[in-house]
Structure formats: structure tokens, C-alpha cells
């Protein structure tokens, strides 16, 4: 479908924002969960791979501090935990160029979110596909049928800005998609490392 690409992105970006940035900081998303199986087997590597390379030490700092810490008793051990995946999270979102704003419960990711992850493990990128599609059709008859409904500007100025306002909104969907289909928008917050190295830090 050559016009998937920019309907995941206009889904993302214009249908849900904020939604990628609310992704890895939920107690079930995939940073917590390689977290927590590191904390379980002591393999810190795949944690990692979610902080910039300069942020490597005090992940491992963190990590060593929560391995020790957590051997002095069930509560020590949440707390530990806690305190390493808040750190992590932290970090993680640094390195995005994206605020930290504390951990969230499990539970509360949009569907959108979950069918992304549900397709790695399953390899089956097909209800993705469906749920983004459908949610972008629907997003962009609802702004096509709202401007049919209305005159374009004639005599009565009040109707007129109604027609321009539900206009304004139609083609900047159109725009959009357009847009990020070309890679011209809506691009994921840029690593702070890549940020520095573009500005010459």
C-alpha cells in the first residue's frame, strides 16, 4: 500500500500526539520491561541499548548500585528497582530530547501503541496496518464531510469563517500527510548526542 507510511505518520503525529513520548516511560512498556529482566539475570546489555552511548556509566552505576541494594531484603529490592527504572526512564528520555515526567502505571498505552509492539513479537504487521488506516480514513471523511456541509464564503461573513475554519482543517490533514510521507515532518525527537553533534558541541 504506497500510501501506508503516511498514514502511520499522520496517525502518530496529528491523530495522537504525545502518544510516542507517553510509550516508554509506562511501567509496562519495553524500556521497563528489558529493565526488569536485566535486573533478574544481570545482563545490562539490551538495557543499553536504550541510552546515548555517553550515558553509559551512570546506567551501569545505577545498575550495579540496584544489584547490591536489592540483596538486603523484599523491600530494599522494590525500592531498588524503582529507583533504577526511574533512572533509566529518566536517561532514556534525555537521550530523546524528551522531559521526564515520571513513571506511569501499567495499562494505560494507546491501543495504537500496543498492536506496534504486539507485531514485533508476532512478526505480523497486519492489524497494525488495519487499526492505522481505518483511524486515518476516519479522521480524514469526518474533516471532508464537515466542510461539504458548508457554503464557501459568500454574503454572510459568520457562515463564511465556518467554511474557511472546517477548510483550514481538511487540507492541513491533506498537508500533513503529504508532508510526513516526504520525511519533511513530525520526526521523532532528535537524539540529544545527534542534537550536539548537528550543532557543532
Known amino acids: 500500500m504506497k500510501t501506508f507510511p503516511a498514514l502511520l505518520s499522520l496517525f502518530v503525529v496529528v491523530l495522537a500526539p504525545g502518544l510516542a513520548s507517553a510509550h516508554c516511560d509506562t511501567l509496562d512498556g519495553p524500556v521497563v520491561k528489558t529493565a526488569q529482566k536485566a535486573l533478574e539475570t544481570g545482563k545490562l546489555e539490551p538495557v543499553l541499548a536504550w541510552v546515548q552511548p555517553g550515558d553509559e556509566a551512570e546506567i551501569r552505576a545505577a545498575f550495579a548500585q540496584a544489584s547490591r541494594v536489592r540483596k538486603l531484603g523484599p523491600e530494599a529490592r522494590d525500592l531498588a528497582d524503582r529507583s533504577f527504572l526511574e533512572t533509566l526512564v529518566r536517561v532514556h528520555r534525555a537521550g530523546e530530547g524528551a522531559p521526564y515526567t515520571g513513571l506511569k502505571p501499567a495499562g494505560v498505552q494507546d491501543p495504537s501503541l500496543v498492536a506496534a509492539d504486539k507485531a514485533i513479537e508476532t512478526g505480523k504487521v497486519e492489524p497494525v496496518t488495519k487499526l492505522l488506516t481505518d483511524a486515518v480514513k476516519t479522521g480524514l471523511?469526518?474533516?471532508?464531510?464537515?466542510?461539504?456541509?458548508?457554503?464557501?464564503?459568500?454574503?454572510?461573513?459568520?457562515?463564511?469563517?465556518?467554511?474557511?475554519?472546517?477548510?483550514?482543517?481538511?487540507v492541513h490533514y491533506v498537508e500533513g500527510v503529504h508532508q510526513l510521507s516526504a520525511g519533511k515532518a513530525g520526526e521523532h525527537a532528535e537524539p540529544r548526542q545527534a542534537q550536539a553533534e548537528r550543532h557543532g558541541h
Do not use: I, Q
Open 141 to 170: 471523511s469526518e474533516r471532508f464531510a464537515r466542510l461539504r456541509a458548508l457554503k464557501p464564503p459568500g454574503d454572510d461573513v459568520s457562515k463564511g469563517r465556518e467554511w474557511v475554519e472546517a477548510y483550514v482543517a481538511y
